[in-house]
């Protein structure tokens, strides 16, 4: 017999607060702009004070702009205070904010990995901890979103501390989802595959000369079209799909839901197949970085 899933009580609820993070651009602004266009009052925050705001004028009346820094908990305590003081808790948290750091395991330095795992792991845990305990003190149904990546199932070559990440992100949502159920907080994990996003133009080589960075922005943004399955609103509305059925895993595009389904039946073929060289950092612009920049490189913001 085929489920039906029942939509969760914290969809049921017509005003809902929406906290997201990395809402300035890509990923985080369609997900505010959906979230604020469904009559939510959404919190959009982001590093990048400048670019919540202009998130905020295009989303409408109801979408709040906020300075975060998601390494930062005391940037989220202050941040979580003034919106319960202003608004009301959070029903809703999405934990979008994230970067990627690509290069060789050998060619990555330890400095490099404390700056990803800040941004895509510790920044989820003080987000999690900080709000989601504020939403089992208010005692009513809730939500967390963790943005995590078809990465998180892909063993990877040229970004061994991304899909890392991402594996620890996917893991901190299924285990807070088990901790939370009993709270009627549901968790979701939603995991994009290579997405049309601003990412290319924001690229920089960690070490490398100006025209080396050119030089890769252009064969990633090629590599990034050619290669991409879904865009920024195809994240927003699986995101919202997750939170009205809370859905556990959510894989959004055909390359995600390729890696999760050969991770899941043959993690051995899975292997083989990242083995290929063409399957670097989707194809093209994979090659470039491996081939041109043997220097570690890093991607900032939209990366899911």
Not at 125 to 152: L, Y
Not at 215 to 241: G, I, K, L, W
Not at 278 to 289: E, H, N, P, S, Y
Request: charged share 15%; glycine share 6%; net charge positive.
């Amino acid at each position: 017999m085929m489920r039906i899933p029942l939509m969760s009580p914290v969809a049921r609820k017509q005003r809902r607060v929406v906290l997201v993070t990395g809402a300035g651009s890509g990923i985080g602004r369609a997900i505010s702009l959906r979230q604020a266009a469904a009559g939510d009052i959404v919190i959009a925050t982001d590093i990048d004070l400048a670019a919540a705001e202009q998130t905020a004028q295009l989303a409408g009346a109801e979408c709040h702009a906020y300075l975060l820094d998601v390494r930062d908990p005391d940037q989220w305590q202050r941040v979580t205070d003034e919106v319960i003081a202003r608004f009301d808790v959070p029903d809703i948290l999405v934990n979008n904010a994230g970067i990627a750091l690509g290069g060789a395991f050998l060619d990555q330095t330890v400095a490099d990995w404390e700056k990803i795992m800040a941004i895509n792991v510790y920044g989820i845990v003080h987000g999690c901890k900080i709000v989601g305990s504020r939403m089992v003190a208010g005692g009513r149904p809730g939500h967390i979103v963790v943005i995590v990546s078809g990465a998180a199932w892909t063993p990877n070559r040229v970004a061994p501390s991304y899909s890392t990440s991402k594996a620890a992100a996917l893991m901190i949502a299924e285990s807070l989802r088990t901790e939370l159920a009993p709270h009627n907080i549901g968790v979701s994990a939603v995991c994009p595959g290579v997405t049309r996003t601003q990412l290319a133009a924001n690229a920089t080589l960690i070490t490398g000369d100006s025209a080396s960075t050119e030089e890769f922005r252009a064969n990633f943004a090629q590599a990034q079209s050619r290669y991409s399955f879904a865009t920024p609103d195809m994240v927003a509305r699986a995101v919202q799909r997750a939170i009205r059925y809370n859905l556990a895993i959510v894989p959004v595009n055909f390359d995600a839901t390729l890696a999760w389904v050969l991770h899941r039946l043959s993690p051995g073929l899975m292997r083989v197949f990242c083995s290929i060289p063409t399957m670097k950092l989707a194809g093209d612009a994979a090659r470039v970085a491996a081939q041109r920049v043997p220097a570690s490189v890093a991607f900032h913001r939209d990366q899911p």
